[in-house]
């Protein structure tokens, strides 16, 4: 616009909305005196003087920006839009005391970058003011005085001035908490929403009523009192775009805003006519309702209902002429099922309770509302919520689904329900569900005598018995310690069995909506208690990638308090910290109920040291077990160090506290490698490693439980005692034991699973595998591995060293953890070889344990203590096969210790040094804090110091199979 034109004359604008608006968009700019309104992609062309851009922009709830175009040009490529926009009069519209910005978007074949194109295009504009003005503006990309918009599409630019400023659905009300869980409906949806339902036409009959569920934060509410009081959307706003621009016509803004005014104090004397019912249970709701009509400068009646018992009386009375609901399901997650079925329910609620032929209009990204209402669409149109894909679909209430003719009069819907047995009614989704109801019924009431009987309070009561409603159901009851809320509560957790390929995606959900609403029925479980597990295959580490960041590390005040969505619970007569909401699993297996039952029993029978070693401990309800069974020493290692804290606080709620209980956090994989090079030994082991991980803190390594198992028990068996024992579970259904790979390392191994299945699991016998793992027992008689070594003498030391190549060769042929018939260096501890030939505490024969003669074999060769099997001198002796002499019959120290042997250290003629390198000794550290580790466990040194060897860094999961 230069001087001289007039506001009267005919100017060229465009209006953008979001995606699927535009229709609706073009209405409301048509009902405000626009002409030539042409609906676009994503935007809305119209034509007319600045006072219908203004009364746009005023009034229009619709649209994002008003903006005016300058002018079309084409922009090949750089130099064409530089000089299109640079022969543009930007002296009309921009004071050089202003600023401006600009705003670009599109590309091409040559203009690729949009921030490139408003380089150009600012370098045009501030040269042309250098030009004709002798100076350039500020630029100022934040809050300019003038907006420049460049719009490029193919070889076409099109340039204006922005005269919104602010977005439009920005109405100059202040803002709610983004975290409060309600929902950000945009009001710009919201009347859209209003617009689809024709609400501009009921209120002009008098006394409307409309009825919002999900209120939310109150934007739908807040946009329907204003279209019914007549109250101009952008009344409140302060700040516009054109305020800065230097053909902005303020006589014909003050008279705009004036007219405004007077409309809102005219409509508001008609507040008492209006109804507004908001149905929503959600927390805060009530209030930020409230809240949102008074920052609209709004006075008017409020009725706020939590529950659907309350709707049919407060629609007592409303005509269907005035009436319509809106259903705003905008703030469900994709992966909410279980909040999605009572919001749907809740929705079919609020359209029973509407008279028939009112209008229902609903926002929504999965259609099972449509199926749950059972109601003939009237019409519908394709939005986004950020990129996710919705509709906005409406109604008639009233009309079935089944209407074969329009001209038909609406009929009451038939909506499917389903009747439990004590004469409740539900609604459904599809209709065979009143199979599963049945199932469900007959399965619970044969699961609860069982667990009566067992005394089992934590158990699975439906796992897919039907094929269509593959599902499993586990059922959680609070512990007796439980106080507050949870005393005496019930939980449901429900898992979703993936669907096949070839099953339609939209009915598997269908009938999963169907489970979630049956089965707390039947169960007796508030609806609030019921928690879907939805399992994908997530990358490495990023299931549990952000556990340091949500859980943080508390004081030992506030150590035993429990974490949202944490509960109590009982079993085996001990009490476990379960977590039905913030997890993907609970903390508790189920299936390995009767496993953690032996592992106590098989400590109780354990005797010695009575050491306890747990291997991808999890939660540590293993621990709890052996420690209850008997065990004086107990080792927990796993990766996750929330987990770890999670293992320590079910320790401590059992009453298993102290040093004896050692928490390691470690890659079990390289933390038993590294033990096998120390004297630490346990009597009893229990291992359940996941299936497949590929953790960040594993580094490069990948563990597969079918490819690595064999490697991983073989080191297990070299940390057992004489008589130890390993319990390994797995959770690979087709998983198959290397039996011979095991056999020629020296280990057993045994299935024990069919007496580990507990019977709620009894239809998924391939749940878990369950192996006993022990070290091949030497026959009776047998030599010793010191035997033949000393046998060889000197002489094997005065041998040439055969070819490398050979020995590789004849090493292959040798099982592994084997060398010539002698166990390798490493494979256990010297107490523990040869034990069947020992006396008591450990002594062999009539010498005293730990006679090995070291002096004399090291003075025959001159070599220092501590060589290899193979050393430069070409003995292949392996460490120990020496005596003591300078010890003679004295017994050990340590032999007779009640609770083992402490960590060793070599002694050879230089200074004292640990045992293959594995980390200073305790008393190195110094410091009287630190405790004395007595064998059971890594040195603190090993795992990143702390009393327990622990390492503070971030928190990855290991276990993606569960």
């Not at 004292?912 to 580790?933: F, V």
Request: with cysteine.
């Amino acid at each position: 616009m230069t001087d001289t034109q007039a506001p009267s004359t005919a100017l060229e604008f465009f209006a953008t909305c979001p995606k699927g608006f535009e229709q609706l968009l073009a209405g409301e700019l048509a009902s405000l005196g626009a002409e030539g309104v042409r609906a676009l992609h994503g935007q809305v062309a119209f034509s007319g003087n600045l006072e219908t851009a203004y009364r746009a922009c005023l009034w229009s709830r619709i649209a994002s920006r008003v903006v005016l175009v300058l002018s079309h040009a084409t922009s090949a490529d750089a130099d064409e839009l530089y000089e299109g926009l640079y022969e543009l009069p930007w002296e009309n519209h921009i004071a050089l005391t202003s600023t401006f910005a600009v705003d670009a978007h599109g590309t091409n074949n040559e203009l690729r970058n949009t921030q490139f194109i408003a380089l150009r295009a600012k370098d045009a504009v501030c040269d042309r003011l250098q030009a004709k003005l002798g100076a350039r503006p500020s630029v100022e990309t934040r809050n300019p005085d003038v907006t420049i918009v460049v719009r490029v599409r193919n070889n076409r630019m099109t340039c204006g001035i922005d005269l919104s400023g602010d977005p439009l659905f920005r109405r100059g009300t202040s803002r709610r908490a983004a975290d409060d869980g309600l929902g950000g409906m945009r009001p710009d949806y919201a009347a859209a929403m209003l617009a689809a339902g024709a609400w501009h036409r009921l209120v002009r009959h008098g006394s409307p009523t409309l009825v919002a569920a999900f209120s939310g934060s109150g934007t739908l509410v807040s946009e329907a009192a204003g279209i019914a009081l007549d109250r101009a959307p952008g009344l409140l706003r302060s700040r516009w775009g054109f305020t800065g621009w230097l053909g902005h016509d303020e006589k014909a803004w003050d008279a705009l805003l004036e007219e405004a005014d007077e409309r809102a104090a005219r409509g508001a004397e008609k507040a008492g006519e209006l109804a507004l019912v908001a149905v929503d249970p959600r927390r805060g709701a009530a209030s930020a309702a409230s809240a949102a009509l008074r920052a609209s400068g709004i006075e008017a009646k409020l009725t706020h209902l939590s529950s659907a018992d309350e709707i049919a009386s407060a629609l007592a009375g409303a005509e269907a002429a005035r009436t319509l609901a809106t259903v705003d399901l905008s703030w469900l997650e994709p992966d909410e099922p279980a909040r999605e079925v009572a919001a749907i329910s809740l929705a079919t609620c609020v359209a029973d309770a509407l008279p028939a032929g009112a209008g229902i209009v609903a926002l929504a990204q999965d259609p099972a509302l449509g199926a749950a209402l059972s109601l003939e669409p009237t019409g519908s149109l394709e939005t986004f919520l950020g990129r996710d894909a919705a509709d906005i679909t409406t109604y008639e209430a009233g009309r079935a689904l089944a209407a074969s003719d329009a001209e038909a009069p609406a009929t009451p819907a038939a909506r499917a329900t389903v009747t439990l047995k004590d004469g409740t009614r539900v609604p459904v989704l599809v209709p065979q569900s009143d199979q599963f109801a049945a199932r469900l019924a007959k399965v619970a009431k044969l699961r609860a005598k069982w667990a009566r009987r067992e005394d089992v309070s934590c158990y699975r009561v439906y796992d897919a018995d039907l094929p269509d409603y593959a599902v499993a159901i586990d059922l959680y009851e609070a512990s007796e310690q439980s106080r507050g809320a949870d005393a005496h509560a019930r939980w449901l957790v429900v898992q979703e069995y993936a669907a096949p390929k070839d099953i339609d995606h939209e009915l598997a959900h269908r009938r999963l909506l169907d489970v979630l609403a049956i089965a707390p029925r039947v169960m007796g479980v508030d609806a609030g208690n019921v928690t879907l597990r939805v399992r994908r295959r997530a990358k490495g580490g990023s299931q549990y990638a952000n556990e340091g960041k949500a859980e943080e590390r508390r004081s030992r005040r506030d150590r035993l308090a429990l974490a949202p969505g944490a509960h109590l619970v009982d079993e085996g007569g001990l009490t476990f910290e379960v977590n039905l909401a913030e997890r993907l699993d609970t903390g508790l297996f189920l299936d390995h109920r009767d496993v953690r039952a032996r592992v106590r029993e098989m400590a109780k029978e354990t005797l010695g040291s009575k050491r306890f070693l747990n291997l991808f401990a999890y939660t540590g309800t293993a621990t709890c077990y052996a420690a209850d069974g008997g065990a004086k020493h107990t080792t927990t290692v796993d990766l996750s160090r929330t987990y770890l804290d999670w293992a320590e606080r079910n320790m401590e709620r059992n009453g298993f506290t102290g040093r004896d209980h050692e928490f390691v956090q470690a890659d079990v994989v390289r933390w038993v490698t590294e033990q096998r090079h120390t004297y630490n030994r346990w009597d009893l082991v229990f291992c359940d490693p996941p299936t497949f991980s590929n953790s960040k803190r594993m580094g490069r390594d990948v563990f597969d439980v079918q490819r690595d198992h064999a490697e991983l028990l073989i080191g297990i068996s070299r940390l057992l005692t004489a008589n130890g024992v390993c319990l390994f579970s797995c959770n690979l259904r087709g998983f198959e034991p290397d039996v011979e790979k095991l056999a020629r390392a020296g280990v057993q191994i045994a299935d024990v699973t069919e007496g580990t299945i507990p019977e709620d699991f009894k239809r998924n016998a391939k749940i878990h595998h369950v192996y006993l793992v022990k070290r091949t027992p030497r026959p009776e008689g047998a030599p010793t591995s010191a035997a033949p070594a000393r046998a060889q003498g000197s002489a094997g030391r005065t041998q040439a060293r055969p070819d490398s190549r050979a020995n590789e060769a004849r090493r292959d042929e040798r099982p592994y953890g084997s060398q010539g018939g002698r166990p390798r260096y490493g494979a256990g501890r010297r107490d523990d070889r040869d034990a069947g030939q020992r006396g008591p505490h450990g002594l062999r024969g009539d010498r005293p344990y730990g006679s090995d003669r070291r002096k004399e074999r090291n003075h025959g060769a001159g070599r220092p203590y501590g060589a290899g099997p193979h050393d430069s001198r070409g003995s292949s002796r392996p460490y120990g096969a020496g005596s003591r002499d300078a010890r003679g019959d004295r017994p050990r120290y340590d032999a007779a210790r009640p609770d083992g042997p402490r960590p060793h250290t070599a002694r050879s003629q230089g200074p004292m040094r640990p045992l293959m390198g594995n980390g200073p000794r305790p008393s190195q550290h110094g410091g009287a804090g630190r405790p004395r580790l007595q064998g059971n466990g890594p040195r603190p040194s090993q795992f990143g110091g702390g009393h327990r060897g622990r390492n503070d860094g971030p928190t990855e999961g290991g276990r993606t199979n569960r």
